[in-house]
């Protein structure tokens, strides 16, 4: 079989899965990631000499992940809404998104073949502006189409931005972390006792989200004190074993009670102990995030609180420009200096559009627009400042110590700094994740922050491919995307083809309990997670958008094999003689 053919099953098999099950409008949303994903994998494959020789790879395979749309559209309009009792399909639409999702994944896989020969900052640019573009306007699709998915997106991208934090410590500088989730824990639980009545702050949440980080990073460093001399397995054990003990300490501050040690005086708990966190009752309702608003129909520039509000928003576009000015003056020169400005005015945009033109207030639950682009102003946040990190001197020395820790002692790398270092700004944005969550979903419980938050987030980086960022956020999706959209959707289709077609034939009751629980979902997601692993681990462990080193590293075999041999090299005349 062709590896475009290959290349082109693979990236399209999972969302073919989630458009049988869904249906609707969703494969016209799936396609262009599934062609973007197909041209990408295959140019990373496959040897290539021109521009034109990656486009048409990405073509094929962009060809061969549209046409399994096209039948999974097909499939589930047909066959499968008859065996499911599901309504009848409309045949117009069915046409429709079967063709548009053929178009669109070979368009795009075309052009993210073609991509893939440009220059890293311009190949970069292109990337990120159309995973930017299709991000900003996905939400009015969503409402277009009515497929109602946005609130699940929103998960979708809080696990993409824990996966760009332990990207940088397990990516770049090669520590295997495998209790990520307590700093998770640790950055919404700070949120959570700041912003609520349990300990009577009521701390505002721009704030919060601050301090939220400044204690995961703190808590990066306490964990990566004692595991400096550790490497492999036995940091893998030291992190796991902290992972599991931070939910069990916010579990259990329940009843705290502080005496001096000399005269035995009562300090904290006088007179009954001090509940810190609530244990498994949780910390509820969390503050939400407030953005100051000015209605143009009663302003009265008259009015304290009016000027106040503009005094704010100038003040917050005057430091704009100050922190853009900064980093524009650290850029290189061209492209990426045009990136900070349109940046910065970008950002000058949408404050004013929300302070004047959409007044927001106070975020709500039930209105998940503003959520959404505040998780994904975060995201591009991150996703600039870590690609500065990766690109400055610390990136360089975190490559180092993974490569081979003792040839940078030699050359001058402090490697308790650098260790440190990691695993502090790894846990920032895992604080940063773990303030949004706590926020949004406005009740925090210890039993959210277990193992298995760890393991989905190694998923997705081992997924994507270590030390690339655009590795890490496709492998987010798909694991976070099989996660919210493929295993609910699954478990209901299955108990309605069980409820229509098969116990009918069963008249064994426990046999129908035993069918009913084999397809739970929460049963489900640790064998799928599970298997994603051991199957990536077999094919392709480098990911499916491996970083230069991680290719270099599982393809050296190949590489020296095409080479040519000593003999075969043409000396020259002068050697000859």
Known sequence: MPRFIRTGLTTALLAAIILILNGGWSGLIIAPLVGAGAGIVITSQEKWKTRADAARLGLKAGITGGIVLLVAQIFHDTLLAKIAGLPPQPIDRMIIVAVGALIVSTLTGF???????????????????FLGLFLLIYPFI????????????????????LALGLNIVVGYAGLLDLGYAAFFAIGAYTTGLLSSP????????????????????????????????????????????????????????TAIVIREPITGTCLV??????????????????GRPVLPVIDFAQINLGDAQVIARIAMLGIILALGFIIFRSLALKMQAGRQTFLVWGGFGALVLALVYLFFFAPIGEFQAGKYLPWYYLILFIIAFSVFFINRLRSSRLGRAWTAIREDELAAASMGVDIVQTKLLAFSMGATFSGFAGAFYAAYISAIFPSTFDFSISVIVLCMVILGGQGNMIGVILGGLIITAADRLFLPQFAALSQSILKTSVFPLIQNEGLRDFFIGVFDPSQLRLLLFGLTLVIMMLVRPEGLVPSTYRRREFHEADETKNAPMESEVIQPASASK
């Not at 400044?214 to 492999?232: C, N």
């Not at 708990?269 to 969390?286: H, M, S, W, Y």
Request: net charge neutral; hydrophobic share 55%.
């Open 111 to 129: 052009l993210f073949g073609g991509a893939q020969s440009l220059a890293s900052t311009p190949r970069l640019i292109f990337t990120f502006t």
């Open 142 to 161: 969503d409402q277009a189409t009515e497929l109602g998915w946005i609130g699940q997106m929103i998960a979708v991208l809080i696990f993409v931005l």
């Open 269 to 286: 708990g006088c007179p009954k102990p001090f509940n810190l966190t609530a244990g498994e009752q949780g910390v509820n309702p969390i």
């Open 198 to 253: 349990q300990i009577g702050l009521h701390v505002n949440f721009w704030l919060a989200i601050w301090v939220a980080a400044a204690i995961a990073a703190f808590s990066g460093i306490v964990l990566g004190a004692p595991t400096l001399p550790l490497r492999g397995d036995y940091l893998a054990i030291v992190t796991l074993g902290f992972g599991e003990i931070v939910p069990i300490v916010f579990r259990n501050l």
